[in-house]
């Protein structure tokens, strides 16, 4: 919370582009291009957006580092209601892999991910589901804090001490939905909002059949990244705090990393759910640091 509440950052100097999604839908990035050959494509967390206060800071360390950045919004995370009546979810692979060669056509022969919970469990999904037709231009990852076991991090988030956090993500998707019910009033139905109780509940209701997925349960499975971390083969760095309130243990991915040599687990012992502060004075915040640092290896 503390970050959340107290970290002052002043919005990066964006611009905004508008890409068309295949299936009639967009999706819209926020650009930081100075001229660098390096680019980083960060992806936000649950109900985040390019403007999220983590993801102001790591645009501006990296900027500072010399790499260009492209902050995008997930579907309906930008503030422009979708073309579709469809929610963002954990698994959209084929959004990310658009954005990606959206940003090899650009010139950009080195690009690096970062993603923030869910967009962590995204970009892990995307790199070891795709491990033999990834980009060229793609050479490395760092995530935090990601919920690679979905189905469990849902029901992780029932427990009374995560109860604020979890009003606070209902309140967020019920208000998309009520949004997206005047766009599309005869595809929405707003009357289960009066029922959802649990995250469950919400994928059950929406997040699955308006993504193809049978049922929660289908969705969060195929959307869970840890069974396809075996698989990733370029440098991937996965930071989950051990204190994170959000990730019950199944959430890391400690057989799996130890398995591959191209992912590196880091679990500190403190951090909370991308709660990594600046230590000693640092004006950076300690996973600015220690992205950059990895991603200057690569």
Known sequence: MFPALFRK???????RERIATHDGDFLDLDWCREGNKRLAILSHGYEGHSYTWYMRG????LRQAGWDTLAWNFRGCS???PQLPRIYHAGATEDLDLVIRHAEQQ???HISL????IGGNLSLLYLGRNAAQLPISLKSAVTFSVPTRLGEAA???NKWSNRYYLRRFLRSLSDKIEGMKSRFPDEINTAPLSRIRTLRDFDEIYTAP?????SAEDYWYRASSRQHIP???VPTLIVNALDDPFLPPTCFPVREAAGNDMVMLDMPRRGGHLGFVRLNGDEQYWSEKRAIGFLNNY
């Open 107 to 109: 010139g950009y022969g």
């Open 58 to 61: 790591m645009v501006h360390a």
């Open 114 to 117: 970062l993603g923030f919970s």
């Open 79 to 81: 503030g422009t209601l």
């Open 9 to 15: 950052q002043q919005a990066p100097p964006y611009t």
């Open 155 to 157: 029901e992780h988030m």
């Open 231 to 233: 698989h990733i083969n």
């Open 210 to 214: 308006m993504n193809g997925f049978e």
